[in-house]
């Protein structure tokens, strides 16, 4: 079971990171992670599904009539590369860059190259799982998004000390695992490819999904054992945002008449 809050999500205060009016306690039945893998010719199918139960409000609100019912839930992922030698990033067939993009944008497929060749792929369309009492299934939407849409200092401070630790335990591995420099920047700040998975029904209820990304293998980038100076290898990091180290930071957004949102965000 975990435990969180609902805020009202109000620029003034940095759309609930940096205080702004509580709005109720919320529970989680339940939130698992797992991961598994197949091999085909020269791909590997990464399946990494997760389960969130049901979320329910709790006392004390301070809210009027506070409710889940109507809103959406979007899940924050980045994705951390790490190559000897540069890289690009493609979304819907163009180059896209989380850090320079002034937009965000629906998606439907990404990719990272590494030179020429197409070293992993992203296939940006599935559906997910309502755990209602008789399961319903619904288009899961992906959306690329620009850093400056990220809310100021959304992952700095006290309730992102797991995220850090995190980060510099991988940073610190880099030379174990694959023969790359330990310097390597971990930071949400330098992804390439930030994205949003959005469940538009939702209302509170038990959701499942597995996402399924596509590794290849291409021979000429790998024509040795022993990664060797300039030699082109690369790793890439998927983070569901602070879920992957016990945590999770979650988009509540509920669509009033003439296209007006509002948005709260559930801190956990």
Avoid at 67 to 79: A, D, K, N, W
Avoid at 152 to 181: C, H, M, W
Wanted: charged share 10%.
């Amino acid at each position: 079971m975990v435990q969180g809050g609902l805020v009202k999500a109000d620029p003034a205060y940095n759309y609930g990171y940096g205080g702004g009016l509580f709005g109720s306690n919320v529970l989680i039945d339940q939130l698992s992670m797992y991961y598994d893998y197949s091999l085909q010719g020269n791909r590997t199918f990464l399946k990494t599904s997760y389960e969130i139960g049901n979320v329910t409000l709790t006392p004390p609100t301070n809210i009027p009539n506070v409710t889940l019912t109507g809103l959406s839930l979007s899940l924050l992922h980045f994705v951390l590369a790490v190559s000897s030698t540069p890289y690009t990033v493609t979304a819907n067939s163009s180059p896209y860059d989380s850090q320079t993009s002034q937009t965000s944008s629906e998606v439907n497929v990404a990719q990272v190259d590494v030179g020429n060749s197409l070293a992993y792929e992203f296939r940006f369309k599935d559906n997910y799982t309502l755990l209602t009492s008789t399961p319903a299934t619904y288009p899961a939407v992906y959306a690329a998004a620009s850093g400056n849409s990220l809310p100021t200092n959304a992952f700095q401070g006290q309730g992102a000390l797991e995220v850090i630790r995190a980060q510099d335990y991988v940073k610190a591995s880099l030379p174990d695992i694959a023969g790359l420099p330990a310097s390597s920047d971990l930071n949400y700040t330098t992804s390439k490819l930030i994205y949003r998975i959005s469940y538009p029904t939702w209302g509170g209820v038990g959701t499942k999904h597995d996402p399924t990304y596509v590794a290849y293998y291409v021979p000429n980038l790998l024509a040795v054992s022993t990664p060797v100076p300039g030699f082109p290898l690369i790793i890439i990091y998927l983070a569901v945002a602070v879920a992957a180290v016990a945590a999770i930071a979650a988009f509540l957004v509920t669509k009033r008449p003439r296209k007006t949102q509002n948005v709260a965000s559930l801190k956990i």
